[in-house]
Every structure is written in structure tokens, then in C-alpha cells.
């Protein structure tokens, strides 16, 4: 008589729930060896390839690929040799999942009624043991290749959802399981509650107790109106001290203004502010920041790159034209070409889609009379950094006339804003969405860097990469910064 097992959804980290059959690499009835691929099981971070344990032959695969099951869900069922088909639909209809229910499957539901021709055993496996229901019998090899050996597992306990393994260490150290709180699925009690449960109990804190009274309960004993209590607190006016001069005795804000010396009309003078309605541009970038800061999982990369040679090689070019491009109109096409470095940085997020761009449309942000302006300078990998900078002035000239057209404006892949020209030496930027990313460029500033294992004086400036970690990990980002570090830093490759 082979003995029936389970294939169950495994358990690779503590924060695993559940995972998702990407599909089988094995077909129902197919007999595997030891160390063959069997299925590839997809869970948030990783698709991992599932090996088989030993010889083994998989009489019926009960999960769908493309499906998602809890950790410990059954998905097949193995056994060292043929069995009847009652068999596995009786094992099948006994087998308990992590929520302590029966599997249910109706092609075993459909034959429950006939005669079982051999009597199934529960599950046992390693990585996620059957909630105890029964007496099991489990039948283990020994790792030396020795004969089976069966073991009996503890009887279950009235009313206690409990894994298999979880039930064993707590008989072996003498724990009531029902007094164990569980933290599995729907309380159900783990290994991990059960080793917890042993421990002794961590004493938390210690000398005397400390009060969590509110400090101004005391004001409560004064009859004030709540912005005198506030006030006073704020000015340190002993309540106590005053008399009212409200209704019926009533300490008021002003009782409480004169007694700290300040004015007792707390709102702004008339003539202090002006009202200044928001543009439609302004309110359109109101809208735009706001969605983008609240609804994009920012994270921030920050580098430092020696303009040195950069500058040099500009100096260069002036003394030899008369003129040359602006600082940067060079990092915008050392920034072009990173991204056809690393592509990955060079995208749109769409809800569940990320487009990957061919070329490097970059949008520059520029400071207009109406607000911030992001004309698109497009494909600037292909062209050089004097074409970028003649097309920069123009498009930038016509920006703060108030004369883009939509086009122009719409459709970048990545964005460049600098605000090193008003002395400001690092800032974040907020994602201009749907991008992917944003770089954002400080002042260039003689600072001290490590030279020849010493220090020397360095014009460098400051960059900042915002990313949008739904499409862009930390490693990529990297490498982008990386990428545009050493193109600034040897710019006859620009």
C-alpha cells in the first residue's frame, strides 16, 4: 500500500502568505527524481523554481496555474507509487489547509461516496505543515537513505487550529496550546507561537511609574473660554490669577492677552496680506505636485560629481568660439546619454504599466512668470550639447513669453531642474508625473574631496535622483548616478 503526501504551497519568509503557480514543469501521473524541477511558484519579490525532495511519483495535481494559493494550500498529491483513485480523492477530501477547512475538489467530492480501497495518511511536509485534525501516521525517510520510519503524530486538540509540527514542540515542552495565542491565518497556532510561548516572560521598563496625565488638566478647573486656556498655556499666564471679564466671569482670549502683555486681536491687521488668486497654470501645477506627492512612493539618491574637467573643456570652447553652453546644457546631455545607459530609469509608470522609452525626451524645468514651465527637449541623446543649447534658449525665450504649445510641453520621459544659478546647493525634487524620475542639480561650490590619499580643493556640484519605486529600485538608480558621474566627470565623451 504507497503511502499518499502532500505538495503544499511552501514558506520562504516570514512575511509570505500566499503565492501564485506560474505553472508546472512536471504532468499528472509523471514520476520525478530527486533535485528535477517540478513547478515555479511566484510570490512578491521572486519566482523560485521548486524541486523535488526525492523519487517521487505526482498522482494528481489539484492547483491551476496562474492562481493564487495561501501558504500551505494542498497542490498536489505524491505518493512513492501508484495508488486507487479513491484513495487520493479520499486524501483529497481529509486534508485539512492552513485554515483548518477540507480542500475542497469536486472530482473527489464526486467519488467520496465509493469505497476507499486504501486508507489515506495526512500530509506531513517541512515547509508547511496541515493543521491537526486526526491521529496522523507519517511516514520519513532518513536523510542516510535508511528505511522508512513512521512515527505517530499527537492527537488533536478540541477547538485549536494547530499545525502539525507546532502540536509536537509543545507536547515535547509540556505548553497548554490553548492557552497560546496564535498569529497565523484565522489564529491559528505557528512553531514561531509556540517557541514564543516557551520563553520566559521579557520584563519591559522598569522604576517608577511614569504619568501620561494631560499637563492642562488643571485648566479644566477654570471657567475660560479654550483659546484663553491655549493662550495661557502658550504665554505661561497663571489662570488662577486673573478675573473674567466675559459673560458670567468668563475668562476670555483677551483677558488672557492683556495679562501676557500681547495684543488682544490675534488675527492679522487689515492691510497685512494681499489676496492673490491662483492662474490657471498655477492651479493645474497645484494639482499636478499634489497627486504626484501623494500618491508616488518618492525615495531619493544623492551624489556629488567634480565639475573640474567640465569646466575646463567650457572654457576651452569659449575662448576658442567667443561662447559656449551653459553648464547645464551639459548635464542634460550627459543625462540623455546615462539613460540610454541604463534604460530603466528612462520610463512612465501607467497604473500596471511601466513604458520603457527608445529615445531620451527630457523635459527641462523652467522658472516662468506663470509658474513652472517643463518644455521637452526630444531624442537629446542624438543630438550635441551645442544643438541642445541653441534649442534650450529658444524654447526657454518662448516658455516665459507664455507661446508653448501643448506638444511641446507634454510627453517627456525624465526631467532635469537646476536651481544651482540661485546658489542653492542640494534640493529633492517632486516627480513630474507619469515619469519615472527626476534629477535635480545644486550650485557648483569649490568644496575639500579625496585626491591621491590626500585632500585638494574641487569645484563640485551636488545632484539628487527622485525615483518612483514602483518601477525603479534603488540598484538601478545607482547605476544611472553612476552612469552620469563619469560622463560629467570625463566629458570629452560628451
Not at 200 to 210: C, I, L, N, Q, S
Not at 389 to 417: D, Q
Request: hydrophobic share 45%; net charge positive; aromatic share 4%.
Amino acid at each position: 500500500m504507497s503511502t499518499l503526501r502532500a505538495f503544499t504551497m511552501p514558506k520562504w519568509g516570514i512575511e509570505m502568505t500566499e503565492g501564485t503557480l506560474a505553472e508546472w514543469n512536471i504532468r499528472e501521473g509523471e514520476r520525478v527524481t530527486r533535485g528535477q524541477v517540478i513547478a515555479q511558484i511566484e510570490t512578491d519579490k521572486i519566482v523560485n523554481e521548486v524541486q523535488a525532495e526525492s523519487d517521487v511519483t505526482f498522482l494528481r495535481l489539484l492547483a491551476t496555474p496562474g492562481e493564487v494559493y495561501p501558504v500551505g494550500a494542498l497542490l498536489a498529491v505524491t505518493a512513492n507509487e501508484a495508488a486507487p483513485k479513491a484513495a487520493i480523492d479520499e486524501f483529497v477530501l481529509t486534508f485539512r489547509g492552513p485554515d483548518g477547512q477540507p480542500v475542497e475538489d469536486k472530482a473527489a467530492a464526486a467519488n467520496a461516496a465509493a469505497p476507499a480501497a486504501a486508507t489515506a495518511t495526512s500530509p506531513a511536509t517541512a515547509t508547511s505543515p496541515s493543521t491537526v485534525t486526526a491521529p496522523t501516521t507519517v511516514t520519513a525517510r532518513d536523510s542516510g537513505g535508511g528505511a522508512a520510519a513512521t512515527r505517530t503524530a499527537p492527537p488533536p486538540v478540541p477547538g485549536v487550529a494547530i499545525s502539525a509540527g507546532a502540536h509536537q514542540l509543545a507536547q515535547r515542552l509540556h505548553l497548554d496550546v490553548a492557552r497560546i495565542t496564535g498569529t497565523g491565518r484565522r489564529g491559528r497556532v505557528t512553531y514561531q507561537d509556540v517557541e514564543q510561548a516557551s520563553k520566559p516572560a521579557r520584563k519591559v521598563g522598569g522604576g517608577a511609574a511614569v504619568s501620561i496625565a494631560v499637563q492642562s488638566a488643571a485648566l479644566d478647573a477654570h471657567y475660560a473660554s479654550p483659546l484663553a486656556k491655549r493662550l495661557s498655556v502658550e504665554h505661561g499666564v497663571d489662570l488662577s490669577t486673573l478675573r473674567g471679564t466675559g459673560p458670567r466671569g468668563r475668562i476670555s482670549r483677551a483677558d488672557v492677552a492683556a495679562a501676557a502683555g500681547i495684543g488682544a486681536d490675534l488675527r492679522p491687521a487689515a492691510g497685512a496680506f494681499e489676496v492673490v488668486r491662483m492662474s490657471a497654470t498655477r492651479r493645474s501645477i497645484a494639482r499636478q505636485l499634489t497627486l504626484s506627492k501623494s500618491t508616488i512612493p518618492h525615495f531619493y539618491l544623492r551624489t556629488q560629481v567634480n565639475l573640474d574637467a567640465l569646466l575646463g573643456l567650457r572654457a576651452d570652447k569659449k575662448r576658442s568660439a567667443g561662447s559656449g553652453p551653459s553648464v547645464n546644457d551639459y548635464f542634460i546631455r550627459a543625462t540623455a546619454l546615462a539613460l540610454m545607459q541604463v534604460p530603466d530609469i528612462n520610463v512612465q509608470v501607467h497604473g500596471d504599466e511601466i513604458h520603457r522609452f527608445r529615445n531620451a525626451d527630457i523635459s527641462v524645468a523652467v522658472a516662468a512668470d506663470k509658474g513652472l514651465i517643463t518644455p521637452v527637449i526630444r531624442a537629446a541623446q542624438t543630438k550635441s550639447v551645442q544643438a541642445i543649447s541653441e534649442e534650450l534658449r529658444e524654447v526657454i525665450g518662448r516658455a516665459r513669453a507664455g507661446k508653448l504649445r501643448t506638444g511641446e510641453i507634454e510627453g517627456g520621459s525624465f526631467t532635469v531642474s537646476n536651481l544651482g544659478m540661485f546658489g542653492i546647493d542640494q534640493f529633492d525634487a517632486i516627480i513630474n508625473s507619469p515619469q519615472g524620475a527626476i534629477l535635480a542639480i545644486g550650485a557648483a561650490s569649490p568644496r575639500p574631496i579625496e585626491r591621491g590619499g590626500g585632500l585638494s580643493i574641487a569645484t563640485t556640484a551636488q545632484v539628487s535622483l527622485s525615483c518612483d519605486h514602483r518601477a525603479i529600485d534603488g540598484a538601478v538608480g545607482a547605476r544611472f548616478l553612476a552612469a552620469l558621474r563619469d560622463l560629467i566627470e570625463a566629458p570629452q565623451g560628451l
